[in-house]
């Protein structure tokens, strides 16, 4: 059975940074999708940042040129590198993997921009 696992959220100040990290656990073998979702109280979810095989990645256009997806394929991890936040990136953040063609979520993690 396939477990996702995040971490990193948390509180943080206007214009400081996290760095969230996801794993996935169990025989899983190659996941070819890897991706970040966000959803703000009263909102829907949202694509923050995807990466599809090694090299195609895409963001919101709120996150560009401020968070970074990255991948370590040998330990089945997505990391999310997260600058300059700001209060609207307030949100429950979802690890997402696409595994064999079915749909894996993680629990999600909070991150809290405020001062």
């Known amino acids: 059975q396939v477990q996702v696992v995040e971490s990193g959220g948390g509180l943080v100040q206007p214009g400081g940074s996290l760095t969230l990290s996801c794993a996935a656990n169990g025989n899983i073998g190659n996941v070819y999708v890897m991706a970040w979702y966000r959803q703000a109280p009263g909102k829907q979810r949202e694509l923050v940042a995807r990466?599809?095989?090694?090299?195609?990645?895409n963001y919101a256009d709120s996150v560009k040129g401020r968070f970074t997806i990255s991948r370590d394929n040998a330990k089945n991890a997505v990391y999310l590198q997260m600058n300059n936040l700001k209060s609207e990136d307030t949100a429950t953040y979802y690890c997402?993997?696409?595994?064999?063609?079915?749909?894996?979520w993680g629990q999600g993690t909070q991150v809290t921009v405020s001062s």
């Open positions: 990466i599809r095989g090694r090299l195609l990645i």
């Open positions: 997402y993997l696409e595994i064999k063609n079915l749909d894996y």
